[in-house]
């Protein structure tokens, strides 16, 4: 293939562009990702589930509140991120930005707890 020429044949990366505009891969196969996995939550009764649902509600809550805060200070520069570092050199803390949870990195959300703590 040469570029710039006449040649009006697809380059070969464009090839399967349609299975990528919608977001399937007909060489995956869903059932293959699952392999193995165990919806541990499914397994329970009913009771039990509602049981361990309330018993990690604060745990959920505190979760949802730490990552709402980092994205703030993160995103917003105008308010959040001065008074994060007001706070942290009222308290005699390094000044640090919280790690946001990413969902393409496994730890994140360990590593954001953490940060979380100490501070």
Not at 80 to 91: G, M, N
């Amino acid at each position: 293939m040469v570029l710039g020429g006449d040649d009006d044949s697809i380059p070969p990366l464009a090839y399967d562009s349609d299975d990528e505009e919608d977001g399937t891969d007909d060489d995956i196969d869903q059932d293959d990702e699952d392999e193995g996995e165990v919806d541990e939550l499914e397994v329970l009764d009913t009771g039990a589930q509602e049981k361990l649902l309330q018993a990690t509600q604060e745990v959920c809550t505190t979760l949802t509140k730490v990552c709402q805060l980092a994205f703030a200070i993160i995103h917003s520069t105008n308010i959040a991120l001065p008074a994060w570092r007001q706070a942290c050199q009222t308290h005699r803390l390094p000044i640090c930005l919280i790690p946001h949870d990413v969902v393409t990195r496994w730890d994140s959300t360990y590593t954001m707890m953490v940060f979380a703590l100490k501070y």
